[in-house]
């Protein structure tokens, strides 16, 4: 069992910044990938970011170039920054987690994911 904790949600008003943290209670051997995914009510989960256990990250193309993932291995912890946000981010951003038993993995397919966290909100103002 992997408890996902998501901290740093907030309010910010279009163009500002924020930073979203998954810390995890333990990476399993088999632990492949962190990644964020955020999600709108009446809406399917999207796909955000994702970083594998070797450093290689992955962007959906909505937040390329604004939003940076990166990790902690040490602490276990997972960060989203989020610069020049604009109010269509607004959603509850979740981390998950995916195991890797053969070859990487990316997190970008949601029936795949393993873990996830309880989400954070984050809500951007025009």
């Known amino acids: 069992q992997v408890d996902l904790v998501d901290s740093g949600g907030g309010s910010v008003q279009a163009g500002g910044s924020l930073r979203l943290a998954c810390t995890a209670s333990?990476?399993?051997?088999?632990?492949?990938?962190v990644g964020w995914w955020r999600q709108v009510p009446g809406k399917m989960r999207e796909f955000v970011a994702s970083?594998?256990?070797?450093?290689?990250?992955k962007y959906a193309d909505s937040v390329k170039g604004r939003f940076v993932i990166s990790s902690d291995n040490t602490a276990r912890t997972t960060y989203l920054q989020m610069n020049s946000l604009n109010p269509e981010d607004t959603a509850r951003y979740s981390c998950?987690?995916?195991?890797?038993?053969?070859?990487?993995?990316?997190?970008?397919?949601?029936?795949?994911?393993?873990?996830w966290g309880q989400g954070a909100q984050v809500t951007v103002s025009s």
């Open positions: 970083i594998d256990r070797k450093g290689a990250t």
């Open positions: 333990r990476y399993p051997a088999t632990f492949g990938c």
């Open positions: 998950a987690l995916e195991y890797s038993f053969v070859g990487p993995v990316e997190c970008t397919v949601h029936y795949k994911i393993d873990y």
